[in-house]
């Protein structure tokens, strides 16, 4: 079954602890994405990556790292979270094809206190 | 700044009626739109998509209309069912490129 798989699906952590949210593709995608969804602001791309080790800032992407090492997995760091960065998180993947969609993984829920 | 918007945070309507959900973009660079349905608890889920050589793409009860000169989109939704209530977000993006741009979301509820 085609999946983008996130983990873990709910996380309560501290300000300044460090915390990395993983992403997998089972889909051979080459693109992959972070997104934030919060309310009234609909879903913001935070980082996006083109393939391996080609990666590039979305529209907030303050706060947060990416890394591309393998073409199934991207995952999203928090060197040190801070509350402004509780929030619902997505993992996307796509390919490069014209005119196709992303596909979403079930999302992360973050709440940092 | 928003390049996608969707004015309407909500919509109720009763089952077996039409719902229009509508969606507006800035950017005249974008050449490919979709709209996505979220359900809570999961993530959102393609629905139906239109390029931009198109005014029309329908899919089984899902209709989208694009009216390029108005920046503007529609997603028709006939017959409404109670199991259409999701949020629904609509998305536009460069053919050729990776980023996808969303809108707020409509939060659709049908009224059984």
């Known amino acids: 079954e085609a999946q983008v798989t996130q983990n873990p699906r709910y996380l309560i952590t501290v300000t300044g602890k460090k915390l990395t949210v993983t992403c997998s593709q089972n889909?051979?995608?080459?693109?992959m994405s972070w997104y934030r969804q919060d309310p009234g602001l609909g879903l913001r791309q935070i980082y996006y990556?083109?393939?391996?080790?080609?990666?590039d800032k979305g529209d907030v992407p303050e706060g947060y790292k990416v890394s591309r090492k393998e073409k199934r997995n991207f995952p999203l760091i928090l060197e040190s979270p801070s509350p402004n960065q509780t929030s619902l998180y997505f993992c996307?993947?796509?390919?490069?094809?014209?005119?196709?969609?992303?596909?979403f993984g079930q999302g992360t829920r973050l709440t940092v206190v | 700044d928003q390049q996608v918007k969707q004015n309407s945070p909500s919509l109720s309507v009763q089952e077996g009626r039409i719902s229009i959900l509508n969606c507006d973009y800035t950017?005249?660079?974008?050449?490919?739109f979709l709209w996505y349905k979220k359900y809570p608890a999961e993530g959102p889920t393609f629905l139906i998509s239109?390029?931009?050589?198109?005014d029309k793409n329908e899919d089984g009860r899902f209709t989208v209309f694009l009216n390029k000169s108005a920046k503007h989109l529609s997603l028709h939704i006939v017959p409404s069912q109670p199991g259409d209530s999701a949020v629904y977000f609509c998305?536009?993006?460069?053919?050729?490129?990776?980023?996808?741009?969303f809108g707020t979301g409509t939060s659709l509820t049908v009224i059984p």
């Open positions: 239109i390029s931009s050589i198109k």
């Open positions: 889909m051979n995608h080459e693109y």
């Open positions: 996307a993947s796509s390919s490069p094809e014209v005119n196709t969609e992303a596909f």
């Open positions: 950017n005249s660079m974008f050449d490919y």
């Open positions: 990556s083109m393939n391996v080790e080609v990666t």
């Open positions: 998305a536009a993006s460069r053919s050729t490129g990776n980023q996808f741009y």
